[in-house]
């Protein structure tokens, strides 16, 4: 029995080296097309779900993972889990920064616009909101705030930006504007302690201001969003959301605020050669 099972053991080492060998052995990767039939992550719910999903077509069970968090997307890609993660082009570069060993292909997989999204039929809302849009627009407010986290943030230099230095329009006569949000996909939104920074938080904390509201954050996963907008959890919400027909059907939009946004694919670099 002794010698069965050092048989038994001996047999399943050598299959975990082969199996080990072969994965090294894989040709790196060089183009987006051979992503059609590697193990690919993605966030659930966002457009790097969808685009990942028409990619793989029928393997997608097999071989699509979807995360609640990107953080958790990329621990999967860096423990060879999978060969690539899609996700947004402005995140991917702030873990490049953060994280070593990392790289985004050369070619963009989409490029789609971000805008703010509201209850169906939220029409005043939807109204004084893109108003407040174009005034920050229009004033440069916008611009500098897009300034401030593509420059000093995505350089991986974010200890000079404090929540507690946004202003939130605390005790503003108007009431208060909830937005709903995904605090993991920095430079749009991150939780820093118990606050919250990032593009989207400082233009939406700008439109309250215009509106003479508290902005006050709800913070959940990014699936949940479209369900707690259209059930007045929150009067809006703002995720870096791309403006899709589908998307279009059960809520409404605002004006753009980003426009070519791109979706990428994050790679291990040393699986990469270009």
């Given at each position: ?193 118990s606050g919250y920074i990032g593009i989207d938080v400082e233009m939406c904390a700008a439109i309250a201001k215009k509106l003479d509201r508290e ?60």
């Amino acid at each position: 029995m002794k010698k069965l099972l050092a048989v038994t053991l001996i047999i399943s080492s050598l299959l975990i080296i082969a199996s080990s060998s072969f994965a090294d052995e894989s040709p790196k990767l060089r183009s987006i097309d051979q992503l059609k039939n590697e193990r690919l992550a993605a966030q659930r719910g966002t457009v790097g779900q969808f685009i990942a999903e028409d990619m793989l077509g029928d393997n997608k069970g097999r071989l699509l993972t979807t995360y609640e968090k990107y953080v958790d997307a990329i621990a999967a890609l860096r423990q060879g889990k999978v060969r690539a993660v899609v996700m947004d082009e402005m995140p991917a570069k702030r873990f490049l920064n953060d994280v070593e060993g990392l790289a985004i292909m050369d070619k963009a997989l989409s490029e789609e616009n971000y805008a703010i999204g509201f209850r169906k039929g939220n029409k005043e809302l939807v109204e004084a909101v893109n108003k407040a849009l174009a005034e920050i627009k229009a004033d440069g407010t916008l611009n500098a705030i897009f300034e401030k986290y593509y420059g000093t943030f995505l350089a991986g230099d974010s200890s000079t930006i404090k929540p507690e230095d946004i202003d939130f329009n605390k005790g503003a006569k108007g009431g208060k504007l909830v937005v709903g949000t995904e605090a993991g996909f920095a430079p749009y939104e991150l939780r820093v302690g118990s606050g919250y920074i990032g593009i989207d938080v400082e233009m939406c904390a700008a439109i309250a201001k215009k509106l003479d509201r508290e902005l006050v954050i709800e913070n959940m996963n990014f699936d949940a969003l479209p369900m707690a907008v259209s059930t007045n959890k929150v009067d809006m919400i703002c995720a870096g959301i791309t403006v899709t027909d589908e998307r279009k059907e059960n809520m409404d939009f605002s004006e753009n605020y980003v426009v070519g946004a791109k979706q990428v694919a994050v790679v291990r670099a040393d699986d990469y050669e270009k």
